[in-house]
């Protein structure tokens, strides 16, 4: 019994050359079309013939496929064609005429900064589609590590060893409090200042952030609690209805006037936060992902030189 060929002893150009003689009817046009010498073709459809352990042509005075080869002419141009398909794909890929865009960020990031980067990207990559989670801050690097987003963007988080961080910018941290409150006329307030406030708490891991760097700096200084809650939007609506303080990145400041809220410089001393990209470790991007980090260095880039 002839053994079956395996697909190493098939190959890309034997099946085109096989596709081309019988389109042209002559080993000799084929070669025309390929751009080979006509020994070249007959060598590769005879190293095909041998591999499949069958005769595809009746090489006679004129060149016809074989029962066989009618029969196997069909498979081989649809290989042909998916892979022509394929490239046609990874070209479209990497051009970004198709994609998906898979994105994580803490809602109020998501909604603020990250929707406007969205926003260029979809304006010059208008056939890449877009999937954006929003969550807490503390859920984007376990949203990257499943899977679920293929690049996350939020403050600095403990990763663990399967996801990596690029770090993208700084953001200054502002206090913010009611319209009504005392300090709401100030362009700045020291900590110092905030030692008898109450404070409403949105990330148990920016909360241990901000206690650490207030404790470097002066031990006896503390937060407060007045309330707890999941999300930023939650936390600027109880400050607005005058439930506490809340120290929260700057990007928030365009939600100010939904809430009745104040911005105001903080000093003694002065906050800034650490963002970055993250993205699962050893896992190589897509070109929609590649093009959308790209962008958010240069957006950040152009807002660190104000």
């Not at 005075?61 to 398909?85: F, K, S």
């Not at 970004?96 to 260029?120: D, F, I, N, S, Y």
Request: contains cysteine.
């Amino acid at each position: 019994m002839q053994p079956s060929p395996t697909l190493n002893a098939l190959s890309l150009r034997q099946m085109r050359a096989f596709a081309a003689v019988a389109r042209a009817g002559s080993f000799t046009a084929a070669a025309r079309q390929l751009h080979l010498t006509q020994s070249a073709v007959s060598m590769l459809v005879q190293q095909l013939e041998e591999a499949l352990g069958l005769p595809l042509f009746d090489r006679g005075q004129n060149v016809t496929l074989t029962e066989a080869g009618r029969q196997l002419l069909p498979l081989a141009r649809r290989i042909l064609d998916d892979l022509q398909q394929m490239a046609e794909g990874a070209s479209d890929l990497r051009s970004l005429r198709t994609g998906l865009l898979r994105v994580v960020a803490p809602q109020m990031l998501a909604c603020t900064w990250v929707a406007a980067v969205l926003g260029e990207f979809e304006a010059a990559h208008p056939e890449i589609g877009l999937r954006m989670a929003d969550a807490t801050a503390d859920a984007v690097v376990g949203t990257v590590r499943r899977g679920d987003a293929e690049l996350g963007v939020g403050p600095e988080r403990p990763t663990g060893e399967d996801v990596a961080r690029t770090f993208l910018m700084d953001v200054p941290i502002r206090l913010v409090c009611a319209a009504g409150h005392a300090l709401a006329g100030r362009k700045a307030v020291a900590w110092d200042e905030l030692r008898n406030e109450r404070w409403v708490l949105y990330s148990s891991e920016f909360n241990r952030h901000l206690e650490r760097h207030l404790h470097a700096h002066d031990a006896s200084l503390s937060l407060q609690t007045a309330a707890e809650v999941e999300y930023l939007t939650t936390a600027l609506a109880l400050v607005g209805v005058g439930t506490g303080l809340a120290a929260v990145p700057d990007y928030a400041r365009s939600f100010a006037d939904n809430f009745g809220l104040r911005f105001i410089e903080l000093r003694g001393p002065e906050m800034r936060r650490p963002y970055y990209i993250y993205q699962r470790r050893g896992l190589a991007l897509s070109p929609p992902a590649l093009a959308f980090v790209e962008l958010l260095q240069q957006r950040a880039a152009r807002a660190a030189a104000g």
